[in-house]
């Protein structure tokens, strides 16, 4: 899917449509001290098994991709609910 990297959408902050930066959200890298992670690691210790099994094969064939949309007045940054598709690309739109 080819989606522009400009777009004009309502932006929650100024509450009037405005143009919008598109970047595709990525997942930061996962603190090692956080609770979960800590607890993770703790249960993955010792000679047992894995913690939850591997999962064989996949359900899904794609992942959802999620959109970080920074409002170009204000400067506010949200994120669109993710779509699900195999290739998505951000592209320059020209003439408009």
């Not at 970080?68 to 003439?95: D, W």
């Amino acid at each position: 899917m080819r989606f522009p990297k400009q777009v004009r959408t309502y932006c929650p902050r100024c509450r009037t449509h405005t143009k919008h930066s598109v970047t595709i959200y990525k997942g930061g890298k996962r603190r090692t001290l956080s609770e979960g992670q800590r607890r993770y690691l703790r249960k993955q210790e010792g000679y047992g098994s894995k913690r939850k099994p591997e999962q064989k094969r996949f359900a899904k064939v794609t992942k959802k991709t999620s959109l970080k949309l920074k409002c170009s007045q204000c400067g506010y940054t949200y994120h669109t609910e993710g779509i699900r598709v195999k290739k998505f690309e951000l592209v320059e739109v020209v003439g408009r």
